[in-house]
């Protein structure tokens, strides 16, 4: 009976984290694709089909318009395919001649900056959605806020040894202002064990101290282990302050800068070694997060769709072909040399992309398959 309750309740978990997962990816995805559709129409580009996921067409519509709008049956992804384009790359269909009219309405034969637009249109679309997120949750529910001042100092830290005592004011880290206790966990978390400047208020009087953060393990929420730096200090509470309409969105704009930051740079600390790339996660990794997130709260799981929708765009800027930002590299220097680069070279980059972001999937499903102990569930099984 145990068993077969276990079976059971392993069957409801995965049911939550699987919803759970197909409605983040298909609110990034479909605003994404929208951000792509928008300026494509206000362009004059025809767009033939919008489709959130790939295969095969589960159900759809067709608009006055001539766009087939259409689910499939896999919801990992999506496209816009604009007229003349032979795939969900916006790559060159057949050679066959086309008549004026319908150059006008293609995708290629817009100028370069239209295409640039269009493309950049996908990852500033997923910025503005984090952007209102975030603002909606700080106007209707509040922001986190802990103010930066000490109530304790962990014995044997690093905070006391550098000599940070009870009642400081942080005031700046590592070069960057702290307006609360979370803008210096931020700071601290991605520290790898190397010194960083402070700068404390203790009495009114302004202190400037060095200080070097621990490194220590803890569990990343999916069954994986995270290295992060540690303080030693802990605050005196966490609440939730109102935020009116206006200062609601300067602080969500604010929020997904904090995102951007904390990504970058944790990908330059992977790209220079100091920090293990078996964080980096793919998309079992990502259900497997919005299923627990979703279980602690809808303002929390909001949050989660906000982060992820900046670090969408992140990915899709990046120089690969394949990606906008392959194409937004393309057109710079279609702009410079006064002519698009040849056929080969763009179908040459284009083969490299794919491979990059194939290799790059590999791995990072790779990464999940490890964190998330699938490898030794299986091994369990037959042993």
Known sequence: MSFLS????GIGSSLHTVFFFIVAIS????VHEFGHFWVARRCGVKVETFSIGFGRELFGWTDKTGTRWRVSALPLGGYVRFFGDADATSARGDDSPMTAEERRVSYQGQSV???????????VANFILA?????????MVGQPFTAPVVDKVSPGSAAEAAGILPGDRFIEADGRSIESFEDL???IRLNQGTPIDIALDRGGARMDLTVTPGITEVDDGQGGKQKIGLLGVAPSGLEFRERGFFEALWYGTREVGSV????????GQMIRGDRGTEELGGPLRIADMSGKVAATGIANFIWLIGALSVNLALFNLLPVPMLDGGHLLFYAFEAMRGRPL????????????????????????WNDLVQLRVFDFIS???T
């Open 6 to 9: 276990d079976i059971l309740g």
């Open 27 to 30: 609110a990034l995805v479909s």
């Open 113 to 123: 900056g239209k295409r640039a637009a269009i493309a950049a249109a996908g990852p």
């Open 131 to 139: 952007i209102f997120l975030f603002f909606a949750l700080f106007f």
């Open 185 to 187: 966990r931020l700071v």
């Open 260 to 267: 951007i930051d904390v990504t970058t740079t944790a990908v």
């Open 342 to 365: 040849g056929e080969r070279v763009q179908e040459f980059g284009f083969r490299i992309g794919l491979a990059m972001v194939l290799t790059l999937m590999v791995f990072a499903t």
């Open 380 to 382: 369990r099984l037959f």
